[in-house]
């Protein structure tokens, strides 16, 4: 089975400036990795038009999937959709069902269906809408392009309600091997096991508490029994030097 | 006065798996709008060599100041240095005093200064060995790039010792208006303000809380006068179509 590759795209000032710290590249991060899709890449870029263009064409043609987050609200600075039916040389057009929506949304509220909040039904031809049972404008999907909202909850809702579509691969095993042992110091074991086990990536997350320190290393691979038998390869050679090693069970470590 | 530009590198494969949170570039982003800079874009990458050359090459040509975080420590995907210095086609030397210092460090602790440990004296010729107050291993200055450790208080920490010699633009006047209306009701009145005051940017964050809304109308503009006179012009408007409007002190706004 092929893996398909994904790539994230935040699109925002607000983030930029550091006014708003961005939660999406993160959560979206994990969840493509428990679906088994490997995401190669992330970008914060600003709301510019040729900006977004440039950015949107790059990593669609790079990768699979092109998840974006931000700039689909109302305001003027929201300039997102538009940005992304010029970079497939879409018009945009007002989409009945989104506007169906929004209308239901606000019916029985005393919020008005202005234009600025019209603009939000706005969609490019030939788009598919991506469900908001947070706040009902809609995102959408052009292509390999998932084009969602900036705030996180809304994206998070945004996402669980498309993931299906998505051709997820082999998710990896992951296990962590707890050492009571600096990373420099098992860093020849690390490069030994992942020259000896080619199809398991082998990461080091050193620690430090007051008296003690460790080196959490965590194997992750395709394969299980590769991981697995990694993972107890690397744990001997630890204990062999003298230092203690622990293969935690799944769900411990973390 | 010419302002400055810059771009962020993160690089590592646990960031894109999710399982570590990027703090780097929310941290930085509020540094260097702190300081006048303007940063361009971010970017979280995998640790593969080619991968890194390309990144590293785009963005030093594209930007000033190109700030990289990961990949400088002892373990064999450890490969910045290496790669960073291909992107310029420098080669990589044991830096004596880096060696000295990471001796130092060590000395009197039970800490071997094993093969892997003196990896992080590897710096590229013609580099400047950035400070690291916390554990020794030194980052590096080569042409526009700054190289810097991943873990936060690290990055911090020599972020902070090299500020200095970044030349920072005029920082930006910020000011808040508070507004007692929904995001998509104020959106004309944004886009107005924002055509009318050309060198002033007009962000909007709606905010829900049981009972009440609103939206945080953020200004900022190189002008003070400028800034303050586009605040005070979307405030009166606000208030002319009958909603409250607060421009709160400076420092009032987080």
Known sequence: ???????????????????????????????????????IEARVIADGEDTI???VTDLSQATDYLFTSGGIGPTHDDITTASVAKA????????PEAVRRLLAHYEGTDIEFNEAR???????????????????????????????????????????GLKDQLEGGQ?????????????????????????????VSVGSYPWFKPGQFGTAVVLTGRDAAQTQ????????????????AEILAPGQDH
């Not at 092929?2 to 710290?21: C, F, M």
């Not at 603009?119 to 706040?135: C, G, R, T, Y």
């Not at 990896?172 to 420099?184: H, L, P, S």
């Open 1 to 39: 089975m092929t893996i398909k590759t994904a790539s994230i795209l935040v699109i925002g000032d607000e983030i930029l400036s550091g006014r708003t710290k961005d939660k999406n590249i993160g959560w979206l991060a994990e969840q493509l990795n428990e679906m088994g899709i490997d995401l």
């Open 53 to 55: 263009i440039r950015h």
């Open 88 to 95: 497939f040389g879409k018009a945009v057009i007002r989409h």
């Open 118 to 160: 019209q603009k939000m039904a706005d969609i490019p031809e030939d788009a598919h809408l991506i469900d908001n049972p947070v706040s009902a404008a809609p995102g959408f999907q052009l292509e390999n392009v998932y084009v969602m909202a900036g705030v996180p909850s809304i994206m998070q809702a945004m996402f669980e």
């Open 171 to 199: 998710k990896r095993t992951r296990i962590t091997v707890q050492c009571a042992i600096g990373e420099g110091t098992i860093a020849t074991i690390m490069g030994g096991t992942s020259e000896a086990f080619p199809g």
């Open 229 to 244: 038998a990694a993972a107890e390869s690397l744990a001997k050679q630890v204990r062999d030097e003298g230092f203690g």
